[in-house]
């Protein structure tokens, strides 16, 4: 049974960092498209940043490129979202998530959240100014 827990998220200032985990149980990091997605309220859930576990290929949204980073740590199964500068806009739930596809090649990750199978309950990141 595949699990993804989130941490990491919480409370800070206009222009601070933090870094969200994603802890993967149940799920190789070999050659698989995994995620992080945000919602705020009212809003719908977005894509933030994708990664393919083998290879280079990431993708961000553009509000967040140049000061979020995604990447992943195979010996610990574990995901990570690092966010820089962040501003009130950013204020949101983020998720993590992950496809359960074995891709080949140079794969392009899917940013529609439908195309993920597998994701995490969520960790709240509110930034104030």
């Known amino acids: 049974q595949v699990q993804l827990v989130e941490s990491g998220g919480g409370s800070v200032q206009a222009g601070g960092s933090l870094r969200l985990s994603c802890a993967a149980s149940g799920y190789t990091f070999n050659r698989r498209c995994m995620g992080w997605f945000r919602q705020a309220p009212g809003k719908e859930r977005e894509v933030v940043a994708t990664?393919?576990?083998?290879?280079?290929?990431?993708y961000y949204a553009d509000s967040v490129k140049g000061r979020f980073t995604i990447s992943q740590d195979n010996a610990k199964n574990t995901l990570y979202l690092q966010m820089n500068s962040l501003t009130l806009e950013d204020t949101a739930m983020y998720y993590c998530?992950?496809?359960?596809?074995?891709?080949?090649?140079?794969?392009?990750?899917?940013?529609?959240?439908?195309?993920?199978?597998?994701w995490g309950q969520g960790t709240q990141v509110t930034v104030s100014s």
């Open positions: 990664l393919y576990t083998s290879g280079s290929s990431t």
């Open positions: 998530a992950a496809d359960r596809r074995l891709f080949s090649g140079r794969a392009i990750c899917q940013r529609n959240s439908q195309e993920y199978d597998y």
